[in-house]
């Protein structure tokens, strides 16, 4: 149903789009990610186990730098504000076991509350269902989110993709075939006046 075996990275980074760039994250990307990782509020859907010091989140850019290599360049990616050069988040597909007969790739991201309700997490959603679907070939792609999330589920609606069942844990789970992604209405970014 989907092309989720060994995928060997075809994704031309950096991935760029009017506002951001998407690239592999590196070691030293650490300390901005650590405002994100950190963040335990921000951090709540996902683990309650969030970095207290740079080391832990050194510790956690590294288990993304290594997913990488060892998964063709499947993971999180680190997302940087074009205009400040900042590092607003982390984006990307992973492999993921939603509990189901299949993997699935699924996409994933967090980012910076400073840079919230500016349109970046959708933009930096699109470049990677454009990536996946472009250069990896993938029929469907997945996304799951924590049942109380309730913009991560709009975010995914507003995509495209349509709740498909419940991962082991019951969380909902999301999914995009290439058919629809194909189809769906082309997006553009808020205009710099309306940031």
């Known amino acids: 149903m989907g092309n989720t075996g060994n995928v060997s990275t075809a994704i ?26 950190g963040d335990a509020d921000l951090m709540r859907h996902l683990t309650p186990d969030v970095p207290t010091s740079l080391e832990e989140a050194e510790g956690w850019v590294r288990s993304k730098i290594e997913l990488f290599e060892e998964a063709g360049g499947l993971s999180l990616w680190t997302v940087e504000h074009r205009e400040s050069g900042r590092i607003v988040g982390d984006v990307g597909l992973q492999q993921e076991d939603y509990g189901w007969d ?71 789970v999301y999914l995009v075939t290439r058919q629809r992604w194909d189809s769906r209405p082309a997006w553009q970014p808020p205009s710099a006046s309306a940031e």
């Open 12 to 37: 031309p980074f950096p991935l760029l789009t009017p506002r951001l760039v998407i690239r592999p994250m590196r070691l030293g990307d650490s300390a901005e990610l650590f405002a994100v990782y």
């Open 102 to 172: 299949e993997a699935v790739i699924g996409l994933g991201g967090r980012g910076s509350r400073e840079f919230w309700h500016q349109g970046l997490a959708i933009e930096a959603s699109i470049a990677c269902l454009e990536a996946g679907f472009t250069h990896l070939g993938l029929d469907r792609i997945g996304a799951e989110t924590a049942p109380g999330n309730l913009p991560a589920q709009r975010l995914l609606e507003r995509l495209g993709m349509e709740r498909a069942g419940s991962n082991a844990d019951g969380w909902p």
